[in-house]
């Protein structure tokens, strides 16, 4: 046996060495079954709140979109799969919502992933409820407008109000009316927004969602005539969908069902442990070759 051989035969042992470990990693490393169902309420509470604008959960670069084929495929090579309807262990409780005439539900998914740092868990983008058409436009573009707004050029009332002089109230008008004649098809979930689940010591759940509903009127009392004329220009031919969040940070405890809420909207969600399963390789038949002398 020459030394070029030997040392390509070295090298194969060393790649397919590494490549066990690897394997050994993978099957070793925590994996865990994520169930969510996220459903709103209906009959809302008679005494009006006022909202505070708030905009909507920002995507991340990378991500699990639930409803993108190519996403899904991609988040496959980092451990993350879709899990069939079939083994959902929450299907009671949505049929029991779904009969309920107090809530309606929103979205029933899952997901399987593995147990990692929260820094390098990919967040899951989630959708649901109704599509809002181009009738409607969300709240994020009044906000994007007063935060671009020069600060010279505006000046709080109190802790919910702004006030602008004459010249500065027109250049929003007319910008937001601009933004309305070039406005494309556009499609408003009902529900959007992120849930990530991370494992340090403990399992952690982070979610960013937003529920979209209507503004069907301005509150008098806290809204002052500028904001009035500027959201009655911008309002002529849509309505404004108000974000109502549920940003929280929760501990899990795996195999438990946790309840998360907002006044508008709620989210139940269970971890479960999942053992991947054991493959066993059969071992190659030995054949005896004879030869005729």
């Known amino acids: 046996m020459n030394r070029q051989t030997l040392t390509l035969l070295v ?55 639930l409803s993108s084929a190519s996403s899904i495929k991609a988040a496959k090579k980092l451990g993350y799969e879709i899990i069939p309807g079939k083994q959902y262990r929450l299907t009671d409780v949505a049929k029991k919502l779904v009969d309920s005439s107090r809530y309606e539900l929103l979205l029933h998914t899952a997901w399987r992933q593995p147990g ?35 600060k010279a050029d505006r000046k709080k009332a109190d802790g919910t109000a702004y006030e602008f002089d004459e010249q500065t109230l027109e250049t929003i008008e007319l910008q937001l009316l601009e933004q309305q004649s070039s406005q494309r098809p556009q499609r408003l979930y009902e529900l959007e927004g992120k849930i990530r689940i991370g ?9 960013d969602l937003v529920l979209r509903r209507p503004r069907l009127s301005i509150d008098p009392e806290t809204t002052n005539s500028a904001q009035q004329r500027t959201l009655a220009a911008y309002s002529a031919d849509t309505l404004i969908l108000n974000n109502h969040s549920l940003k929280e940070r929760r501990r899990m405890r795996s195999k438990n069902l946790h309840y998360l809420d907002s006044p508008e909207f ?11 399963p054991e493959v066993f390789e059969e071992a190659p038949l030995e054949t005896e070759v004879t030869t005729d002398e």
Do not use: C
């Open 199 to 207: 494992l340090s010591r403990y399992l952690h759940a982070y979610t």
């Open 266 to 276: 709620a989210l139940l969600i269970l971890i479960t442990p999942y053992k991947v």
């Open 11 to 65: 090298l194969a042992a060393l790649v397919s060495g590494a490549g066990l470990v690897q394997s050994q990693a993978s099957v070793d490393a925590p994996r865990y079954d994520v169930e969510v169902v996220i459903f709103k309420n209906v009959q809302v509470p008679k005494s009006r709140e006022f909202v505070l604008p708030v905009s909507s959960p920002v995507k991340d670069k990378k991500m699990l979109v």
């Open 116 to 150: 990692v740092d929260q820094k390098q868990a990919l967040p899951v983008w989630i959708r649901g409820g109704r599509i809002y058409g181009n009738e409607y436009t969300s709240i994020d573009s009044q906000i994007e407008f007063l935060e671009s707004m020069p």
